[in-house]
């Protein structure tokens, strides 16, 4: 192989655009001919990195399977005798895996069960996959196509004919004949498969960059050649409005949204959505009332501070989908548009579970939000961050501030969003911790779990964080450095294996 960089491609074209360059051994090459060879070296790359994958899918496999025949490795003595054991032994690998190849723990179990299904029931295209010879694209579809098949005669014979055309055609190609494979040599009815392939029907949300988003839906294919007829057929319609110059693909994609978040209908139900913006002395033409009542008074930002806007949004209520942090109740001089001038720092507004948004949103959720709650200072509320040994469930207050202070888990390598989750002691309660804010983070329940059944957990702290003095509270004669009086910084946790590996936590992004 050559290095396609190297001076060799670097030689300037002759006058009549043909060029020499000198090969290995000083033998005179044509241009064509050099080409061939940087082409040639593509290949190889290809091949080498499909015998990489193979690797790392079996690696994965056999981790997951060794942890399944040894759950002693991770389970607590005490618990090996509950029937639990194996799978906690199991789930405890793979967030080791998730940490150390920073990819989510869903994605490992899946990739040992595909390499499982690969060596048990696809031993020829497993062959191929570990010589080279086909991608890890092409295996994947046969393994997503022979799920629920359980004919295994008919499944020796998939594996034969497509182990013959893997690496020759493309994926496309590939699922499409798989397909056709299938169909033939399967026993079941169309029905039947339809009924089986019907329970893995479900809504996937993928963030994209920009403040956007994907939003992948898989249903029955009858559902969704009406929907694609309706949104096709309104967006005809809405193009030919006097004066609207959105194309096809917008009109549809806003009508999608509008008809899921039910923008306009007497039916929408009113979700909140937590919003962070950091708010600058100054900027506020008005001022903003306690959202607990007039009587408070207004609030005024002192120097660089955080506050969060509670938008309201029109949608449906679902698992997870939006979080009501704040009790709604009327904002007396709510800051407007024209009130937050263009300013770098709205630029660094963030939507929780997604990340920034742009200014032209950030002034959108300021015009419709229905309440404001400062979370560093917090002198409106008095709410305490800190609760010692007075109790043990954390504070709406503090899991406010974990859920802005962390935005996901606490373990490393976890995406599962804070709002969502456990809230954690790091310092056991059990053992002297306290319900402090710096003593707590935000743990999704799988690695919660983790934590008190196996060995893979995080490091516990010799001694509770140290409690801070109560400060008096403000006056308007304060300075912006005596208000604030709370700035809990988040502890990092190391993470243990009994395998010797360590990790440690991510620095929380505020």
């Given at each position: 192989m050559i290095d396609s960089t190297g001076a060799a491609g670097s030689v300037p074209e002759g006058a009549d655009g043909a060029l020499d360059a000198a090969g290995p051994r000083g033998a005179t090459?044509?241009?064509?001919?050099?080409?061939?060879?940087?082409?040639?070296?593509?290949?190889?790359?290809?091949?080498?990195?499909?015998?990489?994958?193979a690797r790392r899918l079996a690696s994965i496999g056999r981790a997951i399977r060794m942890a399944r025949e040894n759950p002693s490795i991770y389970v607590l003595p005490e618990l090996m005798s509950r029937a639990e054991a194996r799978d906690w032994a199991v789930r405890a690998a793979a967030t080791e895996l998730s940490m150390r190849l920073l990819i989510p723990t869903a994605t490992v179990l899946n990739e040992a069960a595909e390499a499982h299904t690969l060596a048990a029931r696809l031993p020829k295209l497993w062959l191929e996959f570990l010589d080279g010879a086909t991608s890890y694209q092409i295996v994947r579809a046969a393994v997503e196509t022979i799920t629920g098949w359980d004919d295994d005669d008919a499944v020796a014979r998939f594996d034969s004919e497509l182990a013959g055309i893997a690496g020759r055609v493309t994926v496309a190609s590939f699922r499409s004949r798989a397909k056709r494979l299938r169909d033939r040599l399967s026993a079941a009815t169309m029905a039947e498969r339809h009924r089986?392939?019907?329970?893995?029907?479900?809504?996937?949300?993928?963030?994209?960059?920009?403040?956007?988003?994907?939003?992948?839906?898989?249903?029955?294919?009858?559902?969704?050649?009406?929907?694609?007829?309706?949104?096709?057929?309104?967006?005809?319609?809405?193009?030919?409005?006097?004066?609207?110059?959105?194309?096809?693909?917008?009109?549809?994609?806003?009508?999608?949204?509008?008809?899921?978040?039910?923008?306009?209908?007497?039916?929408?139900?009113?979700?909140?959505?937590?919003?962070?913006?950091?708010?600058?002395?100054?900027?506020?033409?008005?001022?903003?009332?306690?959202?607990?009542?007039?009587?408070?008074?207004?609030?005024?930002?002192?120097?660089?501070?955080?506050?969060?806007?509670?938008?309201?949004?029109?949608?449906?209520?679902?698992?997870?989908?939006?979080?009501?942090?704040?009790?709604?109740?009327?904002?007396?001089?709510?800051?407007?548009?024209?009130?937050?001038?263009?300013?770098?720092w709205l630029d660094v507004a963030t939507i929780d579970g997604y990340g920034p948004i742009s200014t032209e949103t950030a002034r959108q959720i300021f015009d419709t939000a229905t309440a404001f709650r400062r979370l560093i200072v917090d002198p409106i509320t008095a709410e305490p961050l800190y609760l010692d040994r007075t109790q043990y469930r954390p504070s709406q207050a503090q899991r406010d501030w974990l859920t802005l202070t962390y935005q996901r888990c606490s373990r490393p390598g976890c995406n599962n969003l804070a709002a969502t989750g456990d809230v954690d002691h790091i310092h056991d309660w059990a053992h002297g911790g306290t319900t402090?804010?710096?003593?707590?983070?935000?743990?999704?329940?799988?690695?919660?779990?983790?934590?008190?059944?196996?060995?893979?957990?995080?490091?516990?702290?010799?001694?509770?964080?140290?409690?801070?003095?109560?400060?008096?509270?403000?006056?308007?004669?304060d300075t912006a450095a005596e208000q604030l009086t709370l700035d809990p910084r988040p502890p990092r946790r190391r993470w243990t294996s009994p395998t010797g590996y360590t990790s440690d936590s991510d620095i929380p992004p505020f």
């Open positions: 090459i044509s241009q064509a001919e050099l080409l061939d060879m940087v082409m040639t070296d593509a290949e190889q790359f290809a091949f080498e990195t499909n015998r990489v994958a089986r392939a019907l329970t893995e029907r479900r809504v996937v949300f993928e963030d994209a960059p920009e403040g956007m988003m994907w939003l992948h839906a898989l249903v029955p294919a009858l559902d969704g050649v009406k929907i694609r007829a309706r949104l096709n057929a309104t967006a005809k319609q809405a193009s030919r409005v006097a004066g609207e110059t959105r194309t096809r693909d917008q009109l549809r994609a806003d009508q999608l949204s509008a008809w899921l978040t039910g923008a306009g209908t007497p039916t929408a139900v009113q979700t909140r959505v937590l919003v962070t913006v950091p708010l600058i002395a100054g900027l506020l033409e008005k001022p903003v009332r306690d959202t607990r009542g007039a009587a408070a008074g207004p609030v005024t930002a002192p120097g660089t501070d955080l506050m969060t806007a509670t938008a309201a949004a029109s949608g449906p209520d679902g698992d997870g989908a939006a979080v009501e942090f704040d009790r709604p109740a009327p904002v007396s001089h709510a800051p407007t548009a024209s009130a937050l001038p263009a300013h770098p402090d804010i710096d003593n707590l983070a935000p743990l999704c329940p799988p690695g919660h779990k983790l934590k008190h059944v196996t060995w893979l957990r995080p490091e516990q702290t010799s001694q509770p964080q140290p409690q801070p003095q109560p400060a008096p509270s403000p006056s308007p004669e």
